[in-house]
């Protein structure tokens, strides 16, 4: 029984023991979670404060515990009038300026400060905002109102300040006087450093110095001569007179006064100068005067005219008319153009398109082995004559074709098609000056081109010869008409010979030949005469009498330069006929036989073989 009781009493106490750990266990807990509770009211209730926190100062006011409208309103008051009345001293070189805050629009940014003060313990994470919190309620932060003023007024109080104070350095110089080098020695100048100055001006005003700021001058020093430099400036090599052609128009380039100078008496003035033994040197030169002058080139320019050719049309009739309308048209797109040596000429780029819209009209043309009227007949004349000026003015010939059949406004062998697109003349100044070319249409239906250039080999003259071989006569096709008289014949397309014309150059100098060469051969297929003829009984014959022909005489082709003759009796004598009025345009007929590639054509060194092998060619007309 005694046992009993003595077991009991040590569970009593053990059950005593474990109630109160509890109790305190769950009174702490308590306790933890109401202080948890209290922290996170009061974390709350300080983290969405409207008001600035402890411990903060903008300048020297306090901010703590101040509502933005508070805070903003205290500043202005505090601040903007106090700024207005601020200024600034600037010394530069001994002169003072006063430069008031107002003049450069100087204010504060109480904004930017107030939104600054409010944002601390607002920004970051929960732990980075109770930690500003806490860092101003016990360590205090300070911050200052920015300062906004005018950058640009700012700048130009600087640069108002360098233009007072500058001074413009110097360099030496150089200038030539006749045959005399004369060098100056330069000087020193002053000048503010502008970006500097201006970067101090904007740290005062932005930290409110009222402090004189003072502005360093500093001296400039001219550049030390340079001797190799000055050496090439000065010395030169004696260059001619000369000229150069740029879209049709002409520039004299001046000639330049060859110079020479020794070097070491250059080195020995510079350093004389710099030693200060007086502020100018003279330095002897040699000058060379240049073989061509300006005036030389002047007096050569266009001073001899190469060649003069002339050739006529006729205006009697409708298409003749036409014809001298493209004629004028065509010459006149030629007039004028210069050309510098070794340019080439071309006929089809200079005249252009062939268009209604450019004025042209139909006229008699060479087409498909027949004479037909077309767009720009007779232009072709304009590119024979040219060409013939050119051939006595003895330049080289880039491109030429002779036409299908012949023409007698220019000598056998001595015509030169042209169609846009395909057949071009093309010729090349081979001189060594420019050569203008000058065309006009005179009162009497005369085309004149002259050819104007230099003449660096007086005594030259220039002929020109032919051979006709090959001959092929026309035939003559009959067509019969019942309206007409029986016994009445009418042509309508006259016929013309086939052949192959030879065409030579001899070359002479004071009268004594120095070249003699076959310049062109050229295939001229026959014409085909088309004659009408009656076969209406009537007792009297009508006189036979060509419509087409009637009034249109060709008269002589002329050429002139007073030095170069022309030795071809064809050129003084050709067959009246309305085939003057009549050339080729097409490319298809451009002085051929018909179906002959261009690289097929007969050149000058092909021997009679090969021209009779194109001339027998089945495709021949």
Same mark, same amino acid.
């Given at each position: ?133 806490? @860092? ?104 001619? /007179?000369?000229? *150069? ?17 020794? @070097? ?22 040699t000058t060379e005067t240049p073989k ?44 004028g153009i210069i050309l510098a040596p ?18 042209? @009209?139909?006229?008699?043309?060479? @087409? ?103 001959? *092929? ?72 009498k060509d419509p087409l022909n009637e ?11 007073? /030095? ?45 073989? /090969? ?11």
């Amino acid at each position: 029984m005694e046992t009993s009781v003595q077991n009991i009493e040590p569970q009593k106490k053990q059950a005593v023991k474990f109630i109160s750990r509890k109790v305190i266990v769950i009174s702490l807990i308590t306790f933890i979670l109401l202080m948890l509770a209290i922290t996170a009211q009061l974390g709350y209730t300080l983290l969405n404060s409207d008001r600035v926190y402890k411990g903060i100062y903008i300048n020297d006011i306090y901010a703590g515990n101040l509502s933005k409208e508070e805070l903003t309103e205290t500043l202005n008051l505090k601040y903007q009038k106090n700024l207005e009345e601020l200024e600034l001293n600037i010394v530069c070189k001994g002169v003072y300026n006063s430069l008031p805050f107002s003049s450069i629009n100087a204010a504060y940014d109480v904004k930017v400060a107030v939104d600054s003060a409010f944002n601390i313990g607002r920004e970051g994470s929960l732990l980075s905002k109770l930690g500003d919190i806490f @860092k101003a309620r016990h360590n205090g932060i300070k911050l200052s109102i920015p300062v906004l003023f005018s950058e640009e007024k700012a700048n130009e109080v600087i640069q108002s300040i360098y233009s007072k104070t500058l001074v413009d350095v110097k360099q030496s110089d150089f200038s030539i006087r006749e045959d005399k080098l004369i060098i100056r020695r330069g000087h020193s100048g002053e000048r503010i450093d502008r970006i500097a100055a201006l970067r101090e001006l904007t740290e005062s005003i932005k930290n409110l110095k009222t402090d004189t700021l003072k502005i360093p001058v500093e001296t400039v020093y001219p550049d030390a001569i340079d001797v190799d430099g000055l050496y090439g400036k000065v010395t030169r090599r004696a260059q001619d /007179a000369s000229f *150069k052609v740029e879209n049709n128009k002409l520039e004299i380039i001046p000639e330049v006064i060859g110079i020479s100078v020794d @070097k070491s008496k250059i080195a020995q003035a510079v350093s004389e100068l710099e030693k200060g033994q007086s502020s100018e040197k003279v330095v002897p030169l040699t000058t060379e005067t240049p073989k061509i002058t300006t005036a030389d080139v002047h007096s050569r320019l266009f001073k001899d005219n190469l060649y003069t050719m002339k050739t006529h049309f006729n205006t009697n009739t409708e298409n003749n008319l036409n014809r001298s309308q493209n004629i004028k048209i065509a010459a006149s797109k030629i007039n004028g153009i210069i050309l510098a040596p070794g340019q080439i000429f071309s006929f089809n780029e200079t005249v252009g398109k062939r268009t209604v819209d450019a004025g042209y @009209k139909d006229a008699y043309i060479y @087409k498909s082995g027949k004479v037909v009227s077309d767009l720009a007949g007779g232009i072709c004349q304009v590119s024979s004559t040219l060409y013939n000026a050119v051939l006595h003015s003895d330049l080289e010939v880039v491109e030429r074709r002779n036409h299908m059949f012949s023409v007698v406004y220019v000598p056998e062998g001595r015509d030169a098609t042209v169609f846009y697109g395909s057949t071009d003349f093309r010729f090349k100044n081979s001189t060594k000056w420019p050569i203008k070319i000058d065309s006009q249409i005179t009162k009497d239906n005369y085309l004149v081109f002259s050819l104007k250039g230099t003449n660096e080999t007086p005594g030259k003259t220039v002929e020109f010869t032919s051979s006709k071989r090959n001959e *092929k006569p026309f035939t003559t096709n009959y067509t019969d008409d019942p309206n007409l008289p029986e016994g009445t014949t009418k042509v309508i397309q006259e016929g013309h010979n086939g052949a192959i014309i030879d065409t030579f150059k001899t070359v002479k100098q004071d009268g004594k030949v120095i070249e003699k060469i076959k310049i062109t051969t050229s295939v001229y297929q026959p014409l085909v005469e088309e004659v009408v003829r009656g076969t209406k009984k009537v007792q009297q014959t009508p006189s036979n009498k060509d419509p087409l022909n009637e009034g249109n005489s060709v008269p002589n082709s002329e050429g002139q330069n007073g /030095a170069s003759t022309d030795t071809d009796p064809a050129q003084n004598s050709e067959p009246d006929s309305f085939l003057p009025d009549a050339e080729s345009d097409s490319a298809d007929n451009a002085g051929d036989p018909e179906g002959i590639p261009l690289d097929q054509l007969p050149r000058p060194d092909m021997d009679d073989s /090969a021209i009779n092998d194109h001339i027998n060619t089945e495709d021949v007309i």
